[in-house]
Every structure is written in C-alpha cells, then in structure tokens.
C-alpha cells in the first residue's frame, strides 16, 4: 500500500519534506506523482518522477520551491517543499504508474496511497 507521510504544521517560510513509500509494491518500476487536494478545491497535479529518478516534472507554481527525488534503494520517492506559503495547505498523496507517455502530466495513475496534511501557518 501506497503511503504518504512527513506532513505536519509549518510557518510559511518554512519546510517540509513527505516521503511516499509502498510495502507491498516495488516503486521502482513506476513513475511516481504528488498531488494535493486543499479544502474544498479540486486535486492538482505538484510533480511526477521517473522511474529512474532521471526526469522530473512540475506544475508551474511549484517550480523552483518543491523537488521530488527518489531513492530506489529504500523504495521510497520523496517530495521537498521550500518556501512554504498558506495556500500550499492540503492533503497531499503520491501515487504511481507504469511510465507510458502522460506520466509527466499528472493523468493515468493507477495507484494511489492515504495522503498526509501539509498545513502553513501566516
């Protein structure tokens, strides 16, 4: 199963890293996505991970504060957030799938795991 973890409270400024790691699966083998859903907002797309950890993609507004890597060795894939505002506050979940083309773009994942919140206090 596919969990998400490391999320907590944080001022804005500050930083958080959330690790996603599977114990029946080996991640190695998928592309690795972050999403999150704040309250009352549809889920977005933060950024996927090759299965390789070669690649990398962002949504726009996460470019530059958030790094998603991975370490295939511990099977876990690993999101930091720097620079932390209110509005990065949400549930947020990894999820995996076979890398075919739309991994990078956030659609098709198969896989999903329990999200942990990310709250950012002003």
Known sequence: ??????????????????????????????????????????????????????????ADSMKGRFTISRDNAKNTVFLQMDSLKPDDTAVY?????????????GVGYAYWGQGTLVTVSS
């Open 1 to 58: 199963q596919l969990q998400a973890s490391g999320g907590g409270l944080v001022q804005a400024g500050g930083s958080l890293r959330l690790s996603c790691a599977d114990s029946g699966r080996t991640l190695t083998i998928y592309a690795v996505g972050w999403f999150r859903q704040a309250p009352g907002k549809e889920r977005e797309f933060v950024g996927a991970i090759s299965l390789s950890g070669g690649s990398t993609y962002y």
């Open 93 to 105: 979940y990894c999820a995996a799938r076979r890398q075919t083309p739309g991994w990078g773009r």
